[in-house]
T-cell receptor, first 108, second 115 residues
Framework: KNEVEQSPQNLTAQEGEFITINCSYSVGISALHWLQQHPGGGIVSLFMLSSGKKKHGRLIATINIQEKHSSLHITASHPRDSAVYICAGSNTGNQFYFGTGTSLTVIP | EAQVTQNPRYLITVTGKKLTVTCSQNMNHEYMSWYRQDPGLGLRQIYYSMNVEVTDKGDVPEGYKVSRKEKRNFPLILESPSPNQTSLYFC??????????????FGSGTRLTVV
């Protein structure tokens, strides 16, 4: 069993839809990261959060520490949001636990 | 422009021939790390460094070496590459644990093939 599990693995949405990607973790972490990887491979760090909620443009990330669960929401999705979204946990020892990613396709 | 620069972007080499993948950041970040990404396995941490002359092993350090002689540079060294090290490699940096709103800055990746 992976320390970090994401769902769904694959997601197809129509442009404009509200999207949610879920992440659950089973290990102790001090921070939860959301990463975006576009076709072609480059990785962008979207959020790092240790509690509560963060918002950047159309992206919102939340974390519930008691339930060991985080969500990434995309409002008014657009084809340029098509990418793989990766959840990762890190601890104070700088160990990283990566999920295997959610592949999102947004259809015009 | 704030960035992490990896070189080369693509490399094909033969088994046993020593190689170095360079990583440089211009943001005065303390923390740097290396990851490999493989289909079905996702990203895995190889080594990380909290500061100059301080390095630690990640999940998959076997077959790799690193050094941190200067704050800006964190090269990944494969002394004797083998085909199972064929992978996509990423370098990343950050100000340090829990001190960055958006997390980490990643390099563009190095696609290594060992034949």
């Amino acid at each position: 069993k992976n320390e970090v599990e994401q769902s769904p693995q694959n997601l197809t949405a129509q442009e404009g839809e509200f999207i949610t990607i879920n992440c659950s973790y089973s290990v102790g972490i001090s921070a939860l990261h959301w990463l975006q990887q576009h076709p072609g491979g480059g990785i962008v760090s979207l959020f790092m959060l240790s509690s509560g909620k963060k918002k950047h443009g159309r992206l919102i990330a939340t974390i519930n520490i008691q339930e060991k669960h985080s969500s990434l929401h995309i409002t008014a999705s657009h084809p340029r949001d098509s990418a793989v979204y990766i959840c990762a946990g890190s601890n104070t020892g700088n160990q990283f636990y990566f999920g295997t990613g959610t592949s999102l396709t947004v259809i015009p | 422009e704030a960035q992490v620069t990896q070189n080369p972007r693509y490399l094909i080499t033969v088994t046993g021939k020593k190689l170095t993948v360079t990583c440089s950041q211009n943001m005065n970040h303390e923390y740097m790390s290396w990851y490999r990404q493989d289909p079905g396995l996702g990203l895995r941490q190889i080594y990380y460094s909290m500061n100059v002359e301080v390095t630690d092993k990640g999940d998959v350090p076997e077959g790799y070496k690193v050094s941190r002689k200067e704050k800006r540079n964190f090269p990944l060294i494969l002394e004797s590459p083998s085909p199972n090290q064929t992978s996509l490699y990423f370098c990343a940096s950050s100000e340090g644990p829990l001190r960055t709103y958006y997390g980490y800055t990643f390099g563009s990746g190095t696609r290594l093939t060992v034949v």
